[in-house]
């Protein structure tokens, strides 16, 4: 049975783009045609969300197989990829009729199958883990997965709105990263430009219509620009070829929206590509061409001498002709544009396949299994999905080490990250960082072009910061120094994540009788798949689980537990207990009609986890639990007895002082710009003293009025992005 209208006609188009690539003859289309039968036969029941047979998506991923220049083998395999998914068919099955290869690579593209996990973003994450594993053992498993989902962006109207928005939020930050990261340049704008038509359809249409308004000139200006390159690079470097093309809307998007650009703001909406036959030609075109038109400064970029991670090689330059337009140029040899056009598709485009011992080969393969070693050691796979966004993202910084070695990164990255690219050891063992030959704070971002020297040292014991956590940009960087404490600090991690829960636990007023939390623990440690409530608190410790992520989810856990538990317990406890209530907010539990206040010591604010102690005739006195007047337990204090439980009232709304300690360069104007920020932030500044460090820099003590611990958390956070600022700690 046929799902298809006419078989013959649709085998015949995937044949007559076959004849159209650059070695055809390489092509079984014996074993083509039998993968393209079984496709029909077993989809033939089958339609789409829009109706039309389910055979035509395979098929319409196949020709975008070939337009790629993928093998036999990979053809085959996109033809029968929803197969074992969708049908009847085996693994076993696709094994014996087109040999292991085609099975394992229909197999890699597979989703997984109904395994119980807790969340959408889990099953996300678990596929694509199994992707990048598949990814990393054959690579053609993801240009089949980018031409299938290319073809489900190209015909997503027919679902529902809401699954628009999500396969297109996946496709963008997932799929278009992977593309780009491949060098496969069509299918990643062409990505980027549908995800964003379904996430800001107003704003894309805004885009597309400005740039329709202006289709005509702007075809006009390229070709005048083209022909008048043409005549005078030719004179110096003859057989060259010229080509024009105009940004992609995302990448218009990119800047409008979200670096507040307008479109005439864009210095290479407009550009021209000059292809030559060597590198020395190149660098000799790229003198014609400053020759004709004036450089603008800083846009001029060497791909060709530091290639792109995904080997991409270009010199760009960006000019202004004598129209007053900007325009930028790109220019490369034949061998380049093939890269840049097709990436790792070029091996099998213009290749007889791939030699597995090719360097280059090698070297774009060498970011898959970085991702991977990152994973082996995370506890969490939905890391991984963060992995794609944040250290394959399209704008990467270069920088250099002392040896001449360029490391790339993600716009926005430390020196930390750039210690950890470098090596584990390298990263663990820094103390200091040196650009151009200047010691920077460790929160200093990297630029392109910096020559970067990280200090380090051998001292025993030496190791991260947790505080590096919330510093570096890569996730690389993070899961190293997760790996580190999981590895190196495992008592620490034990009281640091006893700590962390303590003080979660009781913001959220979970309380239990210690018999029954070691229960109520045990039970979470066993669904987070630790052997042991040590092993969770070392891994909230390090990092390896994040409470804030998985306290939904614990709030929920403890009120089936006390219904099941101790539903008698807790309605008596709850009818009798005592309580006072303060001013300030503070419920103060076991006593009642006493005068509550705030210790000076550590000033608590509404979000610190608190204590109470009795004092001698002047009330209780509520101190931060990590105050230094706080013991560690106050159950082996020398009067226990006079510590008492006390936490914040729910939905009280209070001024409270805070004292922050800033540290930055000594310049003028720092506290002046500080106070600006602060009034703009609407926060009353009670008192401020600054004065000169005998570094030569600046020390600012600032007490201000805040509502609550995050309120201070984001006044700190403001405080930390103004020019010059090196820390800023609460006191």
Known sequence: MSCCCDDAKNLQGIFELIDQQPNPELYDKSLIEKA?????????????????????????????????????????????????????????????????????????????????????????????????????????????????????????????????????????????????????????????????????PIAYHEIERSLAIKRDRSENFLAEIQERLKQRVEEYVPGIKIEGRVKSIHGIYRKMYMQGKSIDEIYDIYAVRIITDTVANCYNILGVVHDMARPIPGRFKDYISTPKPNLYQSLHTTVIGREGIPYEVQIRTEEMHRTAEFGIAAHWKYKDGINRSDAKFEDRLLWIRQILDSQREADDAEELVQTIKTDLAPEDVFAVTPKGDVI???????????????????????????????????????????????????????????????IVKTNQAKTKIRAWFKKERRPENIEEGRSEIEREFSRNNIRLSEED?????????????????????????????????????????????????????????????????????????????????????????????????????????????????????????AEPERWISAYWEAGKTTRFDSTVTILGINRDGMVADLSIMLANLHVSVHAIIAKETKDGNCSIIITIGVESREHLDNVITRIKKLQGVFSVERT
């Not at 083998?73 to 033809?79: G, K, P, R």
């Not at 890699?108 to 990393?136: C, D, Y």
């Not at 209780?620 to 990590?626: A, C, L, N, P, T």
Request: net charge neutral; glycine share 6%.
């Open 517 to 637: 939390m070691q229960k109520f623990l045990g039970d979470i440690a066993t669904k987070m798949r630790c052997n042991s409530i040590d092993d969770f608190y070392a891994a909230v410790g390090y990092g390896g689980i994040l409470l804030s992520k998985i306290m939904p989810r614990i709030k929920d856990s403890y009120t089936r537990f006390v219904k099941t538990e101790k539903p008698l317990e807790v309605s008596n406890t709850t009818q009798t207990r005592k309580v006072s209530k303060s001013s300030d907010g503070v419920v103060v539990e076991g006593i009642d009609n006493c005068l509550i206040k705030l210790a000076r010591c550590c000033t608590p604010i509404p979000g610190d986890d608190i204590i109470g102690f009795i004092t001698r005739g002047h009330g209780v006195s509520i101190h931060k639990r990590d105050c230094n007047n706080v013991p560690k337990d106050t159950r082996t204090a």
């Open 36 to 200: 393209f039968r079984l496709c029909v036969e077993a989809h033939s029941e089958q339609k789409r969300v829009s109706g039309e047979p389910y055979c035509m998506h395979p098929i319409a991923v196949s020709k975008i197989v070939i337009s790629l220049g993928m093998d036999t083998e990979s053809v085959a395999a996109s033809l029968l990829h929803d197969v074992v998914e969708d049908t009847e068919t085996t693994y076993d099955d696709i094994k014996s009729a087109f040999g292991k290869n085609v099975a394992e690579l229909v197999d890699g593209v597979t989703k997984l199958g109904k395994i119980p996990l807790e969340s959408k973003e889990s099953v996300q994450a678990e596929n694509i883990r199994k992707m990048f594993i598949a990814m990393s053992q054959d690579i053609r498993v993801i240009i089949i997965k980018l031409a299938d989902r290319l073809h489900n962006m190209r015909t997503i109207d027919a679902m529902p709105e809401y699954k628009q928005r999500d396969k297109a939020r996946e496709t963008l930050e997932v799929f278009a990263p992977i593309a780009h990261r491949l060098g496969i340049r069509a299918v990643k704008e062409e990505l980027e430009d549908l995800s964003i038509m379904h996430l800001d």
């Open 408 to 470: 790339n990164l993600p716009v926005g990255s430390t020196v930390i990250d750039f210690a950890f690219a470098i090596h584990s050891a390298v990263g663990t063992k820094m103390t200091g960082a040196k650009v151009d030959g200047r010691i920077v704070p460790i929160t200093h971002e990297v630029r392109t072009g910096e020559l970067i020297e990280i200090i380090t040292t051998n001292q025993a014991g030496h190791g991260p910061s947790r505080d590096w956590l919330n």
